[in-house]
Every structure is written in C-alpha cells, then in structure tokens.
T-cell receptor, first 113, second 113 residues
Framework: GESVGLHLPTLSVQEGDNSIINCAYS??????FIWYKQESGKGPQFIID?????DKRQGQRVTVLLNKTVKHLSLQIAATQPGDSAVYFC????????????FGPGTSLSVIP | EPEVTQTPSHQVTQMGQEVILRCVPI?????FYWYRQILGQKVEFLVS????????KSEIFDDQFSVERPDGSNFTLKIRSTKLEDSAMYFC???????????FGEGSWLTVV
C-alpha cells in the first residue's frame, strides 16, 4: 500500500546551523513530492515540491533532494532560524492516488537560539 | 496571495449534534479536499471533490460525513451525529489540477463534548 514515513520524529538544531529532515516513502508509483511546514494551531504551509524526474530542487534557504533508488526524500534548511521551528511533513502524490496528497507522520524541528 | 479560508476557526458541539464546516477554496482551483488532524497526529485524507462529485474518499469518510459545493465559492463538510472521536482539526484544501500542489486553509478546530 501507499505510505510515507519519517526517520526522526524530533530534531533540535542551533540557530544558524543547517537542518536536514528525512523522509522515506514506499510507493514507487509516487511521482510528486511536497514538503509542508505546520506551525502550532495552523494549517500545513507549502514549502517546496519536487517531481520524480528531478533529484534536487532549491528554493529560498531550502533544498529538497530525492533519491528514487532508495525511495528517500530530504529537506535541507540552510542557516536555520527560530521562525523555522515547526512540524515538517513530507507528502506524496502519485499515479495511483493522483487526486490526493498523502502525508507522513511529521518531524518536529526545534531551533535553539 | 490567494488563500483557502475556513469558518469557524473553532467550534464546540454536543455529542450527537450535526456540524457544518465551511471553506472558500482558492478561486480558480478545481479540486477540493477535506483532511483531518487529530491532536498530535499526522494529517489524514478524508475526501476529494471534483466536478461537483466526490472523486475519492478514505475509510474515515463514512456515512456520517458528507460534502457539498452549494454555490460557486463555498465547499462544506457536514458531520452528522458527532462523536467524541470526531474531535480534531479539519483542514480544507484546494488545487488547480492534479499535477500541482494542494494548498491548505488554517483549519477548523472541532471539539465534541
């Protein structure tokens, strides 16, 4: 079946350091991946996405890496700031579930000032 | 920037009562969704809606739930005869098509007592 999961449920980093949040997925039919940020009491906020025909995509301070061989997705946040503290979810959308996004369990990122 | 808006932000209801959660998706989007997040857990898919009909629904979305697009702008989730376990944050989301990301509202927090 389809599933998206995270290796680390919590992550603490020093302000200014880089953060790496990892995600494993099991559905090889997935062709579109998204990272969402969720602050307490708010809805998931789109950060960055990547399609399966790419292995890297960069945004402002964020980079998503996709390794289809091992079905692994990561989110890198450069120069982490206190405002980056949130729960981060990876999510997938695929050929077998083309009209919905399936979320992983989430990683809580805490930035230490 | 266009956004998905939801009302109410918080509703407390007696067990057994009916609840209607309302959403205004982004105006040019064609696909609409409801997701649920029980406190501390991941975001779960409930239902997707396209062309005035349900396109997919999860096991959670049983006969207790229904969705409707009563006019050109609103998208509603009705929960009949609410149960204690229906207490959760309910997120509405929309997307332009199935090839791009889904944007979420800020959520409606439902408490059943």
């Amino acid at each position: 079946g389809e599933s998206v999961g995270l290796h680390l449920p919590t992550l603490s980093v020093q302000e200014g350091d880089n953060s790496i949040i990892n995600c494993a997925y099991s559905n090889s039919a997935s062709d579109y991946f998204i990272w969402y940020k969720q602050e307490s009491g708010k809805g998931p906020q789109f950060i960055i996405d990547i399609r399966s025909n790419m292995d890297k995509r960069q945004g402002q301070r964020v980079t998503v890496l996709l390794n289809k061989t091992v079905k692994h997705l990561s989110l890198q946040i450069a120069a982490t700031q206190p405002g980056d503290s949130a729960v981060y979810f990876c999510a997938e959308r695929g050929k077998t579930s083309y009209d919905k996004v399936i979320f992983g369990p989430g990683t809580s990122l805490s930035v230490i000032p | 920037e266009p956004e998905v808006t939801q009302t109410p932000s918080h509703q407390v209801t007696q067990m057994g009562q009916e609840v209607i959660l309302r959403c205004v998706p982004i105006s040019n989007h064609l696909y609409f969704y409801w997701y649920r997040q029980i406190l501390g857990q991941k975001v779960e898919f409930l239902v997707s809606f396209y062309n005035n009909e349900i396109s997919e629904k999860s096991e959670i979305f049983d006969d207790q739930f229904s969705v409707e697009r009563p006019d050109g702008s609103n998208f509603t989730l009705k929960i009949r005869s609410t149960k204690l376990e229906d207490s959760a944050m309910y997120f509405c989301a929309s997307s332009y098509d199935t090839a791009n990301t889904i944007y979420f509202g800020e959520g409606s927090w439902l408490t059943v007592v």
